[in-house]
């Protein structure tokens, strides 16, 4: 085996992504993947010890063929995560670019409600943000003599957008600002107005500097929708709770779990690993 | 009020200007023709970008009068774009627009400001990179070009508003020595045109060759002017004559 031998130039200490984990600050670095996945094995676990309090019936057909037997059902619950993940994400970022936006406008009051409503959801937990929203919001509304039903699951996903808002909103500020002001003087110079040169010059400058923290946004949301169980959605963590139940087999709960945690690594890994890489290739370029 | 070509074209009178307590610009007064070129020279911090910037409304002065063809440029109730459509600026720094190609660069104000017909402008534009000796190039980002080019694109952005006045900010400072040439003389090419062009510069050879009067700014004022043969070979101010010594 050839071993590499170090390049003149090429010194580890030069690349920017080894010093990155360290530089940013803590409650940034505790907001990844690897936690997120331990707190989602505490929160199985949660779930499934009383279950290991009852005894499971006697005759076992194997675990693998129940699996398969159940992936049917499960993979509806998953692909119903993945809905309410997909349009929670499009509504979240939606309004968090709008609200990025407003953070640095001219006018001062504008600039601090925009900043009060951000700090507000960015700080507040996911869970009461939807039991909020299962609260606060009726099961139906009546707009001109038509009733629009507010299922729970619609409910949800515009919890969960809130604070996806409150995130893409200070990816937004912070895009914006580190624009250079040149930019904003040669568009004012050529007689753009200020809305002009924010669609049109320094919004479609951001769109590289935020998509890797967009990214990862989308990860970690994705893995906190089995939240959504909690306020009575049927996904994927509803459907293998009614699974194991239906099963009532204590064997089964450990296989179980993990084959769902399997399917959102699956899912959420080659995100996070598009996402480093568009960090490093954009690190360097900008 | 209408302005008639035998009136100045940029007119300052005892423009003054401050940053917070820091008084920059105290009092200057000067009037360029149609077709005039002036250069503004002076040490760093003299003011001599914030003058400029004043021109094109991207500063607020405090007191005093500044007009472009008659329009007050201070007046609050000032239509900006009738001010811009008048005035082209090219900066130190280039600052084209990264995600947009050459072309695009020098399309996309008279489409979304102008909103002229984008065939008409992709003609003029075309022909604007050529007269910046860019052919071959409409594609590129600017981020693949050398600095010389991208400034040479920034002037053609500009010229592509139809300008009557532009306005260059140390647009050599920042390029390398043999670029520096090739934008002078894009620069040397408009005024041969009858642009009037306000120039801060420090190429004190092409001030010489190129302007009808020189400037000289130093703490906020204009020290002394004159057209460039007696205002370099007969400087009469001491801090002129300094910072001629110094920088020939
Ligand atoms: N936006 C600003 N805020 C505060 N001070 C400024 C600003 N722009 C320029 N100045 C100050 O005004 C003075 C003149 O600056 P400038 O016009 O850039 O000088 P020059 O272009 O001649 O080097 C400097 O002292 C500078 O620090
Ligand atoms: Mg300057």
């Known amino acids: ?286 | 009020m209408t302005w008639t070509p035998d009136q100045p074209i940029v007119s300052l009178r005892d423009v003054h200007k401050s940053f917070g307590t820091v008084e920059v610009l105290r009092g200057i007064t000067l009037d360029v023709m149609k077709g005039e070129v002036i250069c503004i020279i002076g040490p760093s911090g003299s003011g001599k970008s914030t003058l400029i910037r004043c021109i094109n409304a991207l500063n607020d002065i405090q007191s005093g009068s500044i007009t472009v063809e008659g329009l007050e440029v201070n007046d609050p109730k000032l239509d900006k774009l009738s001010l811009r459509k008048k005035v082209g600026m090219v900066f130190q720094q280039y600052n084209l627009f990264p995600h947009k190609t050459v072309l695009q660069n020098v399309m996309m104000a008279p489409i979304k400001v102008l909103r002229q017909n984008r065939a008409e402008v992709e003609a003029r534009a075309r022909k604007l990179i050529a007269k910046v000796r860019l052919e071959g190039k409409e594609d590129a980002y600017p981020g693949e070009l050398s600095g010389g080019q991208q400034q040479r694109v920034a002037i053609a952005r500009s010229l592509a508003m139809n300008p009557d006045v532009m306005l260059f900010d140390e647009v050599t400072a920042a390029l390398d020595p043999e670029t520096v040439k090739e934008v002078l003389t894009t620069i040397k090419d408009l005024a041969a045109d009858g642009m009037t062009c306000i120039l801060v510069t420090h190429e004190m050879g092409f001030a010489r060759e190129i302007a009808d009067c020189v400037y000289f700014t130093d703490r906020g004022v204009i020290v002394e002017s004159g057209p460039p043969a007696t205002f370099f070979d007969n400087a009469q101010d001491p801090r002129t004559q300094q910072f001629l010594s110094q920088i020939l």
């Open chain 1, 1 to 286: 085996m050839a071993r590499k031998t170090p390049v003149r130039g090429q010194m580890a200490v030069l690349h920017p992504m080894r010093i990155r984990a360290d530089a940013l600050p803590l409650a940034d670095r505790m907001f990844n993947l690897w936690t997120l996945t331990a707190l989602m094995l505490a929160f199985a676990a949660v779930l499934i010890a009383p279950a290991f309090a009852q005894d499971a019936a006697p005759e076992k057909p194997g675990v693998i063929s129940i699996l398969l037997e159940w992936t049917p059902t499960l993979a509806k619950g998953f692909g119903f995560n993945v809905l309410i993940s997909i349009l929670s994400m499009a509504i979240g970022t939606a309004m968090g670019v709008v609200l990025g936006v407003l953070q640095v406008s001219p006018l001062r009051p504008v600039r601090s409600i925009a900043w009060l409503v951000t700090q507000f959801f960015r700080n507040s937990p996911w869970l009461v943000l939807l039991f909020y929203c299962i609260l606060l919001i009726p099961f139906q509304i009546e707009v001109f003599g038509t009733t629009i039903p507010f299922p729970g699951w619609i409910k949800a996903v515009l919890g969960l957008s809130l604070p996806v808002m409150a995130y893409m909103s200070e990816y937004m500020r912070g895009a914006i600002l580190s624009i250079p002001t040149g930019q904003w003087e040669s568009a004012e110079s050529l007689g753009f107005s200020r809305r002009q040169i924010m669609t049109d010059v320094i919004l479609p400058q951001t769109v590289k500097r935020v998509l890797p923290s967009w990214m990862n946004l989308y990860a970690v949301l994705t893995m906190a929708t089995p939240l959504v169980s909690i306020i009575g959605v049927n996904d994927v963590m509803a459907l293998t709770r009614a699974a194991l139940s239906a099963e009532g087999r204590v064997d089964l709960l450990i296989p179980m779990y993990l084959y769902i945690l399997s399917w959102f690594f699956i899912y959420c890994y080659p995100i996070s690993a598009v996402t480093r890489l568009l960090e490093r290739k954009y690190s360097v370029k900008l």
